[in-house]
């Protein structure tokens, strides 16, 4: 069964940088589509962010030129690289294989 287990949540400032990490188990992220999620409670969960094979990297209007989606083949890992943060980035982010469950995501707060 696939699951995903997001890390590299935290409190920066405006202005600040962030890496989130996804383990992804029971499914090699380099031969599926993968995306990353934010969600803010009571709001609905935007798309941020998606990576397709062989590589193609697509963004959220919001994410365009601040944030950068990577994979890991061998650590079976994908990543979002997230900079200039401002507080309109405070959620809780999740990343996803096309077609399975949602894990628990990782809180990012940007705040002064």
């Known amino acids: 069964q696939v699951q995903v287990v997001e890390s590299g949540g935290g409190l920066v400032q405006p202005g600040g940088s962030l890496n989130l990490s996804c383990a992804v188990s029971?499914?090699?992220?380099?031969?599926?589509?993968m995306a990353w999620y934010r969600q803010i409670p009571g709001k609905h969960r935007e798309w941020v962010a998606g990576?397709?094979?062989?590589?193609?990297?697509v963004y959220s209007d919001s994410a365009k030129g601040r944030f950068t989606i990577s994979r890991d083949g061998a650590r079976n890992t994908v990543s979002l690289q997230m900079n200039n943060l401002n507080p309109e980035d405070t959620a809780v982010y999740y990343c996803?294989?096309?077609?399975?469950?949602w894990g628990q995501g990782t809180q990012v707060t940007v705040s002064s």
């Open positions: 996803r294989a096309r077609g399975t469950e």
């Open positions: 990576i397709r094979p062989p590589g193609t990297t």
């Open positions: 029971g499914i090699s992220v380099s031969g599926v589509d």
